[in-house]
């Protein structure tokens, strides 16, 4: 049996580092890495390729015969190619000292990856088997197994990319006669399959055994077969099926459940037969084919989804408390006493309401003071009441599910889009109706979620970029709506119409539920019913981009929406900023009066936390526009690189930036990626990098591409400070105010005359883009970036948000550099 420990990443064994063993052959060894049964790894240096390499020695005092052994495995993995494994460069014996040099990846692994977050989202888990799975592939087309797998194997490089490590028990497969041969055991107990626990000859499905005690593990967050007696465990994989642990995340479905099930299977006839059958199952689990919707017309699919609906006891009562609010708020004859006796009837919806109505937002209509629904119908207003009794009716409505958690997600969610809508509106008359028609702008999502939740977790899988299984490129996802039409046979939104419909909501309302298309107009839209859309559309993608991105990532990306929507509302970006703040207040006021908790974990909290500027986002102040300072800008008259493509370009740059900043981090060369992805993405002529230089307190070039970039750097001299009494010239203005500048034609006489001495020369461009980078309120660099043509930067929102993330990569590899 191999008992055996990690390589490259660490456990060494505790509290002893091995002693540094003189170098072997040509490769200086620089510091262990780690330390197993029968070897150690170290850090070490390729004089002759000038690389970093991974060396693995084995320990002295092993016989001839395991050496040998070991040396003829390792030379047949040296011949496997594949981005999914880590490759052998060399093995051989030196001085009596046995030896394998490997690529050396930066990076944890799995194992630690467990350590730190214990439960993975199924997602997250079927991808990163699915480049583990792609590498046993390669290996076991190459008729190589690797019988060792574990998750201290599996090295996830600075892209997150599964790399499979250590085939140093790896063999062949048993073909003819070698079948025959008696077998050692070997493997890891807790990893190992019943076939290689009773010595037998090496076969793909070993493999597949291994994988799925390491997917079961990253799905539950427990060890599947774990004892201090190595001999126990490997008696219980002989003689007992492995089964799936309770607690799995919340994601795992039937289907995925059984797929694993199979993977461990005792039983060689009903397991996965080998690493590209079990590949291609969770691949089809994770993406599935986009099969045609059935020609069904919308009146018998809306029929079908009701009575599937009506066929559960709290519908068809939601659907009647529903009904009655808005006759009653919609009669000319109701006083507040039916409005009252209607919530009245529902104990548990008027303690909440009472609570509600109490809490700070509504203290400027006697919040704090009120007990009766009657006082509190007269005092917030027929509408107002409305809104919060429909929101409770909602809420109550989920208490009992076994999905519960989720449904309060997408509650949440609803309610941060209808208080931010309330906010925005900029008609004060209209701020109710707002309120309710951005909180049913996705009434369809959030029935499905309520009563459909399996049909929405394969929504929201298969509207999930998924890279093909032959590669790192993502297959291009479904829309929500196209995702949404093929899993229940109508849209989201035909789905929330419908019901809207039935429940005689009115026409103004179904109307907003209603997504505009196309880009945000430049100006709000005439109509009341089209600015209500357009409002409904914009909150539910605030409210959407909060939900799911990063608290890193948050504020940037709001304010960039804010952008977007911001002439469309008749709001300013400022306006719109504390709107948001100001919906995230009342929204975490009224979670807290309705007794929604949430876990720690739960996306849901990043609706409740405040949006603050990140360390990535310090320029945030300073949004990138498609601005002029000086003049307006000129219209594109010519556009060589699709929109699309620039932002595709941009968005793998910022990815592989992000990356190289996770692990091995080397200013110049972050530095360097941001200028290529400036300069290949949007097609610039010339990119140039300036960095204050301390002693005159200038801007210089350093360093760039494209044409004549050698020539042209050095003559970059942007001094920050003006001479006295002089005027600033147009670089030392635009990096003394920190504005990403864009100049459309520098020969307009008011531009022309405000351009540096230097810039006449070899660097001079009619049209030029300038990105200064600062730090406590000082510009200390610059990215300049220019073209040949007036006009010929266009910059779309999209680019425009690309470009202000990546300027502040760069701000932020300083402040790490730092």
Same mark, same amino acid.
């Given at each position: 049996?191999?008992?055996r420990?990690?390589?490259q990443?660490? %456990?060494a064994?505790?509290?002893?580092m091995?002693?540094p063993?003189? %170098?072997v052959?040509?490769?200086?060894l ?6 197993g049964?029968?070897?150690t ?8 390729l000038?690389?970093?390499? /991974?060396v ?8 001839r ?6 040396l003829?495995? @390792? ?5 496997l190619?594949?981005?999914?494994i880590?490759?052998?460069?060399e ?5 009596g ?14 194992? =630690?990856r467990? $350590?730190? $977050?214990r439960?993975l ?11 583990v799975?792609d590498?046993l592939?390669?290996a076991?087309? /190459?008729?190589?197994v690797?019988r ?11 892209k ?14 048993a073909?003819?006669?070698d ?16 076939e290689?626990?009773r ?5 793909a499905?070993?493999? *597949? ?6 997917l079961a ?11 201090p007696?190595p001999?126990?465990?490997?008696r219980r ?14 994601? *795992?479905d039937?289907?995925?459940?059984g ?7 005792r ?16 691949? @089809?689990? !994770?993406h599935? /084919?986009h099969?045609p919707?059935p020609? *069904?017309a919308d009146?018998a ?8 609906m ?7 009562a939601m659907? =009647?408390?529903v ?8 009669s000319?004859s ?6 009252s ?6 104990v548990?919806l ?12 509504f203290?400027?209509?006697?919040g704090g ?8 119908v ?20 989920m ?10 997600e997408?509650f ?7 208080? !931010? ?13 707002a ?7 996705? !009434?369809?999502?959030?029935l499905?979620?309520?009563?459909f939740?399996e049909?929405a977790q394969q929504i $929201?899988?298969?509207t $999930?970029?998924?890279r ?5 490129k ?14 229940l046979?109508m849209s989201y939104?035909?789905l ?6 039935q ?8 109307r907003?539920m209603?997504?505009p ?10 109509t009341?019913a089209?600015r &209500?859309?357009?409002?409904?559309r914009?909150?539910?993608d605030?409210?959407d981009v909060i939900?799911?991105a ?6 940037a990306?709001m ?6 929507y911001?002439?469309?509302?008749g709001?300013?970006g400022e306006?719109?900023?504390a709107?948001?703040?100001?919906a ?5 006021? &009224? ?5 929604i908790?949430l876990p720690?974990?739960?996306p849901?909290?990043?609706?409740l936390?405040p ?8 320029l ?5 526009q498609?601005?002029q300072?000086? =003049? ?8 060589q690189?699709s929109?699309?493509?620039a932002?595709?370009?941009? @968005?793998?740059g910022i990815?592989?930036?992000t ?6 981090f ?6 360097r990626m941001?200028l =290529?992805t ?19 307190d200038?801007l ?5 591409l494209?044409?004549?970039v050698?020539?042209v750097v ?8 003006s001479?006295?009494?002089g005027q ?15 100049i ?6 008011k531009?022309a005359e405000?351009l540096? @001495?230097w810039?006449?020369?070899?660097p001079k461009?009619?049209t030029?883009? !300038? ?5 406590r309120?000082a510009?200390?660099a ?8 007036a006009?010929?930067?266009d910059?779309?929102?999209k ?8 300027r502040?990569?760069?701000v932020? /590899?300083f402040?790490?550099?730092?």
């Amino acid at each position: 049996m191999s008992l055996r420990g990690k390589t490259q990443g660490g %456990d060494a064994a505790a509290g002893r580092m091995p002693l540094p063993p003189p %170098d072997v052959g040509r490769f200086r060894l620089l510091k262990s890495l780690g330390e197993g049964a029968q070897a150690t790894v170290w850090l070490a240096h390729d004089p002759r390729l000038d690389r970093e390499v /991974a060396v693995k020695l084995l320990k002295p005092g092993t016989d001839r015969q395991a050496v040998d052994e070991w040396l003829h495995e @390792a030379r047949l993995v040296s011949r496997l190619t594949h981005p999914n494994i880590v490759p052998v460069f060399e093995a051989d014996t030196h001085n009596g000292q046995s030896y394998l040099v490997f690529e050396y990846v930066p990076g944890g692994t799995l194992a =630690e990856r467990l $350590r730190e $977050r214990r439960q993975l989202p199924a997602r997250e888990a079927v991808e990163l088997m699915l480049g583990v799975l792609d590498g046993l592939q390669a290996a076991q087309q /190459a008729g190589v197994v690797h019988r060792d797998l574990k998750p201290s194997n599996i090295l996830l490089d600075a892209k997150g990319r599964p790399r499979v490590m250590d085939f140093g028990i790896a063999a062949r497969m048993a073909q003819g006669g070698d079948a025959a041969r008696p077998q050692r055991i070997v493997g890891t107990p807790g990893y190992i399959s019943p076939e290689a626990a009773r010595g037998e000859a090496p076969s793909a499905a070993m493999d *597949v055994v291994a994988c799925a005690i390491m997917l079961a593990e990253m799905l539950s967050g427990k060890r599947m077969n774990q004892d201090p007696d190595p001999w126990r465990a490997v008696r219980r994989v002989l003689e007992q099926d492995l089964i799936l642990p309770s607690g799995l995340a919340a994601d *795992v479905d039937d289907a995925l459940r059984g797929l694993i099930q199979r993977g461990l299977a005792r039983d060689l006839a009903q397991r996965w037969a080998s690493a590209k059958a079990f590949h291609d199952a969770l691949a @089809a689990w !994770l993406h599935p /084919a986009h099969e045609p919707t059935p020609e *069904v017309a919308d009146g018998a699919t809306l029929e079908f989804l009701l009575r599937r609906m009506r066929h559960k006891s709290d519908f068809p009562a939601m659907s =009647e408390a529903v009904g009655r609010i808005q006759r009653l708020t919609h009669s000319e004859s109701e006083s507040i006493s039916g409005l009252s006796n209607e919530i009245l009837k529902d104990v548990a919806l008027t303690h909440k309401l009472l609570r509600l109505v109490n809490t700070v937002q509504f203290s400027h209509a006697g919040g704090g003071s009120i007990s009766t629904v009657s006082r509190a119908v007269a005092l917030v207003g027929f509408a107002g009441i409305r809104n919060l009794a429909l929101s409770l009716i909602l809420l109550e409505r989920m208490e009992n599910k076994a999905h519960a958690q989720q449904l309060r997600e997408e509650f949440l969610r609803s309610l941060m889009a209808a208080s !931010l809508a309330r906010e925005l509106c900029t008609n004060p008359r209209e701020n109710e109706e707002a309120f309710l028609c951005a909180m049913f702008h996705n !009434l369809g999502r959030a029935l499905t979620e309520f009563y459909f939740p399996e049909e929405a977790q394969q929504i $929201r899988r298969i509207t $999930r970029p998924e890279r093909a299984a032959s590669g790192d490129k993502p297959a291009p996802p479904l829309s929500e709506a196209a995702a949404s039409a093929q899993v229940l046979g109508m849209s989201y939104e035909q789905l929330g119409l419908g019901v809207a419909k039935q429940w005689g909501l009115p026409q103004s309302l179904q109307r907003s539920m209603c997504r505009p298309e196309g880009e945000p107009p430049s100006r709000p839209p005439d109509t009341p019913a089209e600015r &209500m859309r357009w409002l409904a559309r914009a909150a539910n993608d605030v409210a959407d981009v909060i939900l799911q991105a990063t608290p890193v990532e948050a504020h940037a990306r709001m304010r960039a929406m804010g952008q977007r929507y911001a002439r469309t509302l008749g709001v300013s970006g400022e306006a719109f900023d504390a709107a948001a703040d100001q919906a995230r207040q009342r929204l975490a006021q &009224m979670a807290q009066a309705m007794d929604i908790t949430l876990p720690k974990d739960s996306p849901a909290q990043r609706l409740l936390a405040p949006l603050e500027p990140s360390a990535s986002d310090s320029l945030s102040p300073h949004q990138l526009q498609a601005t002029q300072v000086f =003049e307006p800008t000129q219209v594109l008259s010519e556009q060589q690189i699709s929109r699309e493509q620039a932002a595709e370009t941009l @968005a793998a740059g910022i990815q592989d930036i992000t990356d190289a900043m996770v692990e091995n981090f080397k200013l110049n060369e972050v530095l360097r990626m941001i200028l =290529e992805t400036i300069y290949r993405g949007l097609g610039f002529r010339r990119v140039v990098f300036c960095l204050r230089d301390p002693k005159t307190d200038t801007l210089t070039g350093r360093f760039g591409l494209g044409q004549d970039v050698e020539a042209v750097v050095p003559l970059f001299k942007v001094p920050l400070k003006s001479s006295p009494g002089g005027q600033a010239d147009l670089f030392t203005a635009v990096c003394q105010k920190g504005v990403d500048t864009l100049i459309a034609d520098a020969s307009i006489a008011k531009i022309a005359e405000r351009l540096p @001495a230097w810039f006449l020369g070899p660097p001079k461009a009619v049209t030029f883009l !300038l990105l200064p980078m600062q730090l406590r309120g000082a510009s200390f660099a610059m990215i300049y970036a220019d073209k040949t043509e007036a006009g010929a930067i266009d910059l779309g929102e999209k680019e425009l948000s690309l470009l202000r993330t990546l300027r502040n990569q760069a701000v932020m /590899a300083f402040k790490q550099a730092s």
